[in-house]
Each structure stands twice: as structure tokens, then as C-alpha cells.
């Protein structure tokens, strides 16, 4: 079924125009730097039709510079909204597809189609799909204005057919053909060459920071030691204690691997031919990905490459000034080298049913169960003297919407779970009999029990229903960390409990039960880090905060997508970085900044489809310098600016739009 958008009432934004095309096939769509879309506003007779359909389709093509962020959204009749965020390749001719089915809230990110990059869902908890009464398709601010042919709009029963038109988008190397920039290496033997040159300046770099200990803390401030890593307030500032009593910040760079794997599957008629999978080759593919970084390195130093890279890169990340190997590293990085370390954990507790997207039925035995099998795996790393402390996980997705409330949620589902019934106990304990609920929420249940029907169950706006939906909402946020920081306690009692690099806080009930933390930790993607909420945060648990992600990108550099946060260059990035590093130094309540991530993202996406140029080194493994220099700099001042000795870098350059999806 098409939907002939140009036929029915329409409104664009201020800067949008549409225009339908000659041969019918669709509309070309122009949208000002300021972004907005065209909105479509539909009526009962369509929005049957959402119901009977799978699948919402396009063929998208535009030829701009960088990445194309689309934005399609869907509200329905209620208000609701969600919208999902898709990146498209310039010069590529690409079909979106989305299933009708996430409109459920379920997935925060939605499948990976062909030549599709990510795919990310974003707004209310759900929308009724029966009752779709408006439909947009818009873009974000960009740097230029942005135009791009969309055709063959039309909701399916099946999937479409994907544009697959053979076009080559990476070199050999795996660097982007689409753009030229300073420090693109044009052959092999030119990436030897800068490789090399590298090394002597690293080595006399090291020296530089010889007032730290073994474990990266600052000779000149002391604690007692225990052997282990650990907090202190000291009166002014909180600190990481070292497990020689050095004060420490933590300074760590995320994902510290020999690169990053393509996910090459629907990619395939983008590539140049690749090297065999059998043979000197085999490790830079990981099943259907390559990994063009790892690639650069075989073809550098063949059979040794791994030895080679972990040299370097150690010798890099204490030449720049790192303290800490961040989230999501090498493994056996790790165990070679002699820095500290965090630890990222793996499965967190689920259960059969979940109340919404990852959120699991915390009352229920089977999360207690999950609990301590989860916490076993903290076992063989007990006795570590240079590991910091672990994340029990990364950015819970149920947290991603703000105006969530969990326990309004589980009471639309019509399971049964464990969590439902400790809901009804509390209030048949608060109330007594149904009356006394009806009476308090302005309702007419004949029972407690008609709260496990979801067809029985009115949510009224009195105050008492709020006060309760709210109360429990918190009850279960509460389980949902103590238990399993209890059990983590139990499994590694030497190390600290770093938290659940929450993406974001949006509402206090988030903060329930994080006082089992040892530091709070959430990833701050901005200029400047929040100083108002860290302190808030920490006054609230008492305890210190940490961030676990930030980033920067330039549009200078050989990537068409730069990142969530962004600058025109490489050198306004080492201005970012040293303003951003330094004023996260100077507020007493932040104990330690780490960045991501070591590796630019791969041009045709990662796992997921992001494909920023975010990283301290590039595909062919060679430094961005004007950033790594400004690292560096901010690093060597980091303990005269958090005792107020020097004055914070302030030189925070201008932000340009972001095409983070």
C-alpha cells in the first residue's frame, strides 16, 4: 500500500520543502541546516492500515557530504510518539525498512538492514498502532543543507527488496573514498613510514609524567594504603586511592583493541575485494566482519602484529598520560600490560518475562538465582591489586525514556509476574479491601485481582495513584541494584562497584538503590561536563561520580558521520578534549573521565551500523596528533588543576551539528 504522502494534508516545517518528482515515483525532500521535516496528519480510514501491514518502506538517495540522519515518526491518537533515527550513506542508494512491530517500545535498536547504518528507536514507551493518527519524516541539524529523493514510500506486508547498486565506498585500507583529508595514507609503504616515525617522540613523551606511581596516582598526595584501589573524601575532593595510597584521577580510553570489525553483511556491494579468510589473513575476520585496522597491521608486520600493536599502544596510552584501560578492552591487552584497569560484566540478571525491554521481574525468585550466577563471574579477578572496580552494565535501555514509570507499565502487560503480585500485597496491606483502593484512586475494581487483567485496569489522576504507581516504581528500581550489588559485594570485596554507565539521568527514581555503588558513574555526552547534576548526584548517594563515555569528532578527517558531539577539526577536538578533561578535574564530586574510544568506528559501521570519527587513532592505526597532543597536555596538569593550582583549560571551541543517530 503507497502512502501518497503529497496528496494528503501536509505541513512542513520552517526550511522544508518537498517536491513531488516527474515520474511519480516519490518526492524530493529539502530540509534548511536547521533540520525539521514534513508532517502528515492522517485520519480513522488510515490508520487501519498500520494495523494490517508489517512493514513501513523506502529507497532513500542523497549526495551530500556526510551521513543522512532520517528521522520517520509515528503518534498516535493518545499522543504518543516514537520516532527511529536511521543512518544513510551519501551516493548510496538505500532502502529503510521498519517493522511495524517496534512500535511496541520494546528494542531501542532495531535490525540492521542492508546498507542501512543504525537504526535507533527514541520517544514514548510505546505507540498504539491501531490508532496512528500522524506521521513525520524529518532530518537533524546539519553543517549544509541536506536534499535527498525518497521514493517508493508504501507500507508492506513483507520486507522490500533492498537497494544493493554496486558502488565502491572504502580503499583497501578501509579509509572512507569519498572525502580527502590531511593525514589519508595513500599506500602501504607510507603507512610503515609514519608508523616508525612515531616512536621516538612516544618514548621521551613518557618521561614527562614521572610524578605518578606504578598505579597512575600522584606521588605528591597520599593515603593509607590497603593494597587495593578505593575512595576518600579528603575534605575538598574525592579522590581514587591507589593501591600504594596515591590520590588518583582516572584519565581511560574506552575500547582499547587492534581496532574495530566491519559488519560487512548487506554491505557487501560497497567493498573493494578482500583478502582471503584462510592463511596470514584469518584474523582480521571475525566470521562475516572485517577488520580493515587489524588488516593494516598484518600488512605491516605480518605474523607479529599483535605483539607489535600492544607495544605501541601501551607505550602511547602512558606517553599521552592515561591512568586506566577503560570499558570493553582486549582482554589480553589487559593482562599485558601494567595499567590499572575497569571491568566491564556481562549478563546481567534477567528473567523469563520483563516488564519493559531489559527491565526484568525483580520480585521474582529467578532474578535472586541470576543474581549470584552474575556475580561469579567477578571471581577469578578478586585478587587483582590493578583492577579499579567493574560496571555491572552499560546504559539500561528501559531508562532511555524518561517519563517511564515502570509499575504503570508492567499493569498494561497481561503477564503474571512475581513483581504484579507484590504490587497487589502492598496495597491490599495499604488499603485493606477494594473499596478502600477505589476510594484512594477513584476507581471500581471488584477485587485486588482485577489489577492482574489488563482490560480490568484504570489508571486514574488522582493524587494516590501517582503517589502509589510512583512509590513502587521505586520499590522496583531499588531491587533492580541492590540485589545484584549485594551479590557482587559478596563475589569482590577488595574492588569497587563503578555502577551502570546510565546514559543519562532523567528522572531521580533512577537513583533508586544506587548507594550500593562505590561510585555512580553515567556517560556524558557534551561539551562541558554537567557540573550541576554531578554535584547533585553525589549530594544525593553520597558518593562520588564518574564518567564512563565522552567523545568528540571533526568533520575534517576521513569519516562521513562524526560522532554525538562535534567540531570542525582535529585541532578544535585537542580544545574539547583539554576543556572538557580539566573542568571535569576541577569539580570535587567527579572522580575520573574516560573517553571513547581509542579507534575511529569503521566507515561501513560496526555491529550496530555507527561509523564515527571519534577515535584517538584511525583505521590505518596512526594518531590523530593535534588531538593526542592536546591529551597529553591536558593530562599533565590534571592533579595542579583538581588541587586549584591551575586554572582549568577554557578554551571550548564551537560545536557543529552532530550525525550521531
Not at 38 to 46: A, K, R
Not at 365 to 374: D, I, N, S
Request: hydrophobic share 40%; net charge negative.
Amino acid at each position: 500500500m503507497k502512502l501518497e504522502v503529497l496528496s494528503r494534508r501536509y505541513r512542513c516545517d520552517d526550511g522544508v520543502t518537498i517536491e513531488a518528482l516527474a515520474d511519480a515515483e516519490g518526492f524530493r525532500f529539502s530540509a534548511s541546516p536547521e533540520g525539521g521535516g514534513v508532517w502528515v496528519e492522517l485520519g480513522p480510514t488510515d490508520s487501519g492500515a498500520w494495523r494490517e501491514r508489517e512493514y513501513l518502506a523506502a529507497d532513500v538517495y542523497h549526495e551530500s557530504t556526510d551521513v543522512l540522519v532520517l528521522v520517520f515518526s509515528l503518534r498516535d491518537a493518545e499522543g504518543r510518539s516514537l520516532s527511529v533515527h536511521y543512518g544513510t550513506l551519501p551516493g548510496v542508494r538505500t532502502t529503510i525498512c521498519l517493522p511495524l512491530g517496534a512500535l511496541n517500545g520494546e528494542k531501542l535498536f532495531l535490525p540492521r538492514y542492508p546498507g542501512v547504518l543504525q537504526s535507533v528507536l527514541r520517544g514514548d514507551a510505546f505507540v498504539d498502532r491501531g490508532a496512528i493518527a500522524g506521521f513525520g519524516i524529518s532530518t537533524i541539524p546539519s553543517r549544509e543543507p541536506r536534499e535527498a529523493r525518497i521514493g517508493k514510500l508504501e507500507l508492506r506486508r513483507d520486507e522490500p527488496e533492498f537497494a544493493r547498486e554496486r558502488k565502491l565506498c572504502v580503499d583497501e585500507l578501509g579509509q572512507w573514498i569519498g572525502k580527502e583529508w590531511r593525514g589519508r595514507i595513500e599506500s602501504p609503504e607510507r603507512l610503515a613510514e609514519e608508523w616508525d616515525a612515531e616512536e621516538k617522540p612516544l618514548r621521551e613523551a613518557v618521561g614527562r609524567f614521572g610524578d605518578r606511581g606504578p598505579f597512575g596516582g600522584w606521588k605528591k598526595r597520599r593515603f593509607v594504603p590497603t593494597g587495593f584501589f578505593r575512595t576518600e573524601f579528603d575534605g575538598r575532593n574525592w579522590w581514587f586511592v591507589d593501591p600504594d595510597g596515591y590520590a588518583a584521577f582516572s584519565v581511560g580510553m574506552d575500547c582499547v583493541h587492534a581496532g574495530g570489525a566491519a559488519a560487512l553483511r548487506g554491505m557487501e556491494h560497497l567493498l573493494p575485494p578482500l583478502p582471503p579468510k584462510e592463511g596470514a589473513w584469518a584474523e582480521a575476520w571475525h566470521g562475516s566482519d572485517f577488520n580493515f585496522a587489524a588488516a593494516n597491521l598484518i600488512r605491516r608486520f605480518g605474523a607479529q602484529w599483535r605483539d607489535r600493536w600492544a607495544e605501541r599502544t601501551e607505550l602511547r596510552l602512558k606517553a599521552w598520560g592515561f591512568n586506566t584501560i577503560g570499558n570493553w578492552s582486549d582482554p589480553a591487552f589487559i593482562r599485558r600490560s601494567s595499567l590499572p584497569y575497569v571491568w566491564p560484566m556481562n549478563d546481567f540478571p534477567a528473567t523469563a518475562h520483563s516488564i519493559f525491554r531489559d527491565f526484568p521481574d525483580v520480585f521474582s525468585p529467578e532474578y535472586e538465582a541470576e543474581a549470584r550466577r552474575f556475580a561469579e563471574q567477578l571471581l577469578p579477578l578478586r585478587d587483582d591489586r590493578r583492577l579499579i572496580g567493574y560496571f555491572m552494565r552499560n546504559e539500561p535501555h528501559w531508562a532511555f525514556v524518561d517519563t517511564l514509570n515502570l509499575t504503570a507499565h508492567m499493569l498494561q502487560s497481561p503477564t503474571r509476574f512475581a513483581s504484579k503480585l507484590a504490587l497487589i500485597e502492598e496495597l491490599k496491606e495499604r488499603y485493606g479491601a477494594a473499596e478502600g483502593l477505589n476510594a484512594a484512586w477513584g476507581t471500581a475494581f471488584a477485587s485486588f485481582e482485577d489489577l492482574l487483567d489488563p482490560a480490568k485496569v484504570v489508571l486514574t489522576d488522582s493524587p494516590a495513584c501517582a503517589r502509589d504507581l510512583d512509590a513502587f516504581n521505586r520499590r522496583l528500581i531499588r531491587r533492580y541494584v541492590e540485589i545484584p550489588a549485594a551479590r557482587c559485594r559478596e563475589a569482590a570485596p577488595n574492588h569497587l562497584n563503578l555502577g551502570m554507565r546510565y546514559a543519562w539521568v532523567g528522572h531521580d527514581a533512577v537513583l533508586e538503590g544506587c548507594e550500593s555503588f562505590d561510585v555512580f558513574s553515567l556517560n556524558g555526552y557534551r561539551m562541558q561536563p554537567d557540573r550541576e547534576q554531578i554535584e547533585w548526584i553525589s549530594r544525593k548517594l553520597g558518593r562520588p561520580v564518574m564518567i564512563g563515555e565522552f567523545h568528540f569528532g571533526a568533520a575534517d578527517a576521513g569519516l562521513p558521520a562524526y560522532g554525538i558531539r562535534a567540531v570542525a577539526t582535529q585541532e578544535e577536538r585537542g580544545d574539547a578534549y583539554r576543556a572538557f578533561v580539566e573542568s571535569a578535574a576541577a569539580i570535587p564530586e567527579l572522580i575520573g573521565v574516560h573517553y571513547f574510544q581509542l579507534n575511529d568506528q569503521p566507515a561501513l559501521g560496526r555491529f550496530d551500523g555507527e561509523n564515527y570519527q571519534i577515535g584517538a587513532v584511525d583505521t590505518c592505526m596512526l594518531p590523530y596528533r593535534p588531538f593526542v597532543e592536546a591529551i597529553r597536555q591536558a593530562h599533565e596538569v590534571l592533579y595542579e588543576v583538581r588541587t586549584g593550582a591551575v586554572e582549568p583549560y577554557s578554551n571550548v571551541p564551537q560545536e557543529i551539528p552532530k550525525t550521531g543517530f
